[in-house]
């Protein structure tokens, strides 16, 4: 929006609104801006603080629900225009865009992309600014606030939902902050800095840590089945991405349960299946070709050098039976040895002194590494190619790499690992979906080390392929995704669905365990209300969306799928390529245009919920604190009553017949024996593994038997 200065004249509001089609917010990266950027632009220059930065997350049984307040402040004696710059992690969708005008906050409504633009122009032409907020690219969002007087303060508000990675028990959450999208811009915040994470669980949660800041956050683990995570400074450092983790113990292969309910609506269903510790081990050799990018690209943020270490160490570690090639590409292939070739001391120093020689440098054209990979495949053997990359690949050859994917040897397939702040994310996901693998994506600030062993572990245990989940009852429809992934140790497989009335669901589970064919049926209970697990739905709309998107994709036209895309974004409040994110000035504006407070209500709706949880999570602290100091009265008269009654302690709450529990799970007996070997973590060790080194070198922090972190 670019304003002249004669259109710069103060108005009775010092920011109005924003600008912008906000689209496929979920689909940024893991080390992009979380926390938002406004700097001065559009001609009037000026200086612009942040004033105060505060994150709060909340973790529901795997789902978090993030919220981050910014205070801005015009330090110029003038009016500025400001341009606010944001992305959101990866895996997220953008709930709620909101601004405070004349102190009172204005709720974002989602409106088609085009009707969005027209309304804005035509509120341009009269020089009131509605907002609009627009994507640049498949990673950044912009919107332009315009004006901010001078000296004033402008208050904004982003949240969003994402469902958290689990790898071997570890759920990981990610604040990014760590690449910026402009040069010369202070990243930090001259007041407060706040971020407060509480996690909620119905499976025990055993440990937590922050693998990026350590012990500057302030932990507590109130019960097995709540902690909480706290951090708070003055002029806090936005340079870096916050990382915290924390460990769940399902000792066996189990279903888990959420699901959301209304009354009188149609229900929405989490239901995820996680391998448990009872599967065997099996040894067996393999076939790797790691494909690294050597592109221009891979000089940023040290994506190269890590790279680069992380193939050295994972070679280090392969077995005798094992064989393995490196590839390098930019615009063109370059393979090491030629052939496969097993691991020994002269070929892992080879590898060592290929990659140690490898310099950043031209564009990137991945589709010559692919089908070199493909030539390695022994029809005896699986062939695991393992890519490595920031995906940063030219938009023209994308038709052509996923025709390439779908056209792979028989027993190959592909995995692909994002290095770095600034990858691709869209585009390797689907590259290794189409190939039968999974992508996976690091923060520069995560554990390393922890991580590798945890992929190390799972090299030596199977997988489950083929997998096919049959739901019965309650009337289920439109689950995501249709085509299931193979279920890897560690790492869980979630569906999502919508059922039009609560009840009993058979679930009938099917899968190839290496030899073993795995046929298991287990009945589980859909809700007739719950009321607790809104965020479900969203993550359901917003997983829908990006399946529309990457079929219509398969066939190079998504002219079938966007009225449905629309409808999703507009009824859901989610933003996505074709509905944006529009404030206006006040309610009567949005009446005026004929534009449903559907996100008002829906975000009314679930504060309503997460008040809820927040007033049992502070019931939970309340019983943690009972432990710490003399016992009260009112807990002595509590424990005296449960010895005198040994039933009366056993008994469980009682659940309202309509309200279902937030979580239910259920454990699955599965055959104990051999299996396939879990390529996946091949990779995901390549990606952590030299990284692994450079942790090594750093001091632990020691941790207590809850695995807390202990400073003595």
């Known amino acids: 929006m670019k304003t002249s200065r004669k259109q710069g004249k103060p108005n009775r509001r010092y920011a109005k609104a924003l600008l912008g089609a906000l689209a496929i917010a979920a689909l940024t990266v893991p080390g992009a801006r ?82 969005a633009r027209e309304i804005y122009d035509s509120y341009k032409q009269r020089r009131k600014d509605p907002g609009l907020l627009e ?36 759920a990981t959450y990610v604040y990014p902050l760590a690449t910026i999208t402009r040069t010369n811009i202070d990243q930090r915040t001259k007041g407060k800095f706040g971020l407060n994470l509480e996690v909620k669980s119905e499976i025990p949660i055993n440990a937590l840590e922050s693998p990026s800041h350590g012990d500057e956050f302030a932990m507590a683990k109130h019960t097995e089945h709540y902690c909480q995570m706290s951090l708070e400074t003055d002029g806090g450092d936005l340079s870096r991405d916050f990382v915290l983790a924390y460990r769940l113990s399902r000792p066996r292969t189990g279903l888990d349960l959420v699901a959301s309910r209304q009354d009188g609506e149609d229900g929405y269903f989490l239901l ?17 070709v790691f494909i690294l990018d050597v592109s221009g690209s891979m000089n940023h943020d040290g994506k190269l050098r890590m790279s680069r270490d992380s193939i050295g160490e994972f070679v280090k570690i392969l077995g005798e039976g094992d064989r393995f090639e490196v590839v390098t590409f930019n615009v063109q292939a370059q393979a090491l040895f030629g052939n496969l070739t097993q691991p020994s001391d002269d070929t892992r120093e080879r590898a060592t002194r290929f990659l140690r020689d490898q310099r950043g440098k ?48 028989r027993g190959s397939r592909v995995f692909c690992i994002g290095v770095g702040n600034e990858v691709n994310r869209p585009l390797l996901e689907q590259l290794a979906e189409d190939a039968g693998g999974l992508a996976a994506f690091l923060s520069q600030g995560d554990n390393f080390e922890r991580q590798a062993k945890a992929f ?64 298991k049926s287990v009945t589980i209970e859909l809700p007739v209300e719950d009321s607790n697990n809104p965020e479900i739905e969203r993550m359901w709309a917003w ?90 009265e009112a807990a002595a008269t509590r424990q005296l009553a449960s010895a005198a009654n040994p039933a009366r302690q056993a008994q469980p709450v009682r659940i309202p017949q309509t309200q279902a529990p937030r979580s239910r799970g259920w454990d699955l007996d599965l055959p104990v024996g051999g299996g396939a070997l879990d390529p996946f973590s091949v990779g995901m060790v390549v990606a952590l593994g030299g990284a692994a080194l450079a942790s090594r070198k750093k001091k632990r922090t020691p941790t207590d038997e809850c695995g807390m972190p202990n400073d003595k």
């Open 135 to 170: 994507q640049t690219d498949y990673k950044t969002f912009e919107m332009r606030i315009f004006p901010i007087g001078p000296k004033a303060e402008q208050k904004v508000q982003i949240s969003y939902y994402q469902e958290l990675d689990f790898d071997h028990d570890w």
């Open 456 to 519: 190390r572990r799972k090299l030596m245990r199977p997988v489950a392929t083929g997998l096919k989940i049959a739901l019965d009852g309650a009337e289920i429809y439109d689950t995501e995704p249709r085509q299931l992934p193979n279920l890897y140790h560690g790492m869980p497989v979630r569906m999502y669905g919508r059922y039009k009335k609560g009840g009993p669901v058979d679930v009938s589970i099917r899968a190839d365990i290496g030899a073993h064919q795995l046929e």
């Open 272 to 288: 995820t299946l996680t391998a448990g510790e009872e599967l065997a081990k099996l040894q067996t050799g393999m076939d790797y």
């Open 362 to 409: 031209g564009g990137t054209v991945l589709s010559p590494a692919i089908q070199a990979a493909y030539k390695y495949v022994d029809l005896d053997r699986p062939l695991n190619v393992v890519h490595l990359s920031d995906g940063m690949t030219e938009q023209r050859e994308r038709a052509e790499l996923l025709e390439l994917i779908q056209q792979r040897p």
């Open 543 to 632: 997983h829908r969306v990006q399946a529309l998107q990457k079929r219509a994709d398969r066939t190079g036209s998504r002219a079938d799928v966007t009225d449905a895309i629309v409808q999703l974004g507009e009824g859901f409040s989610i933003v996505t390529e074709y509905t944006s994110f529009l404030v206006l000035e006040n309610d009567g504006e949005y009446k005026r245009w004929k534009i449903e407070r559907r996100n008002a209500l829906r975000l009314a709706r679930d504060r309503s919920a997460q008040k809820r949880l927040r007033a049992e999570l502070d019931r939970l602290r309340s019983q943690g604190a009972e432990q710490v100091g003399p016992a009260t």
């Open 34 to 115: 979380g926390a938002g950027l406004l700097i001065a632009d559009g001609g009037f220059g000026g200086v612009l603080e942040i004033e105060e930065h505060d994150v709060q997350v909340m973790i529901n049984n795997g789902v978090a629900v993030t919220h981050v307040t910014q205070v801005f402040r015009n330090t110029e004696n003038r009016q500025v225009e400001a341009l606010y710059t944001f992305p959101v992690p990866k895996g997220a969708s953008v709930s709620n865009f909101s601004m405070w005008i004349n102190g009172r906050e204005m709720v974002g409504e989602v409106v088609e992309k085009q009707r």
